[in-house]
C-alpha cells in the first residue's frame, strides 16, 4: 500500500531486506525527506514514545503520527 515510503525497521535482529538500526533522530533525517506526511509507529511503548517525540522535534504534524497500541 505505501510502497517506497515504507520502511520496515528492526532494532534488535538482522534479517535480509530489512533495515537493522536503533530508530533516532539521525536515522530519521537520513530516511526520510519530508516530515509533513503521515507516520504509522509500531513497537514497544519506550520505542513508540521515543519515536513520537523524535518526529515532533523534526516538525512532524502530531495528528498525522499513528501509534499501534
Known amino acids: 500500500m ?3 515510503n ?3 525497521t528492526l532494532t534488535q535482529e538482522e534479517v535480509p ?3 537493522h538500526h536503533k530508530i533516532d ?3 530519521l533525517k ?3 525527506n519530508d516530515f509533513s506526511g503521515q ?3 509500531c513497537g ?3 520505542m513508540v514514545s521515543d519515536v513520537q517525540n523524535v518526529l515532533k522535534n523534526l516538525g ?3 495528528n498525522l503520527v499513528t501509534v499501534e497500541v
Open 2 to 4: 505505501l510502497g517506497k
Open 6 to 8: 515504507f520502511i520496515n
Open 17 to 19: 531486506g530489512y533495515d
Open 25 to 27: 533522530e539521525e536515522y
Open 30 to 32: 537520513q530516511r526520510v
Open 39 to 41: 507516520f504509522y509507529i
Open 44 to 46: 514497544p511503548d519506550a
Open 60 to 62: 512532524a504534524v502530531q
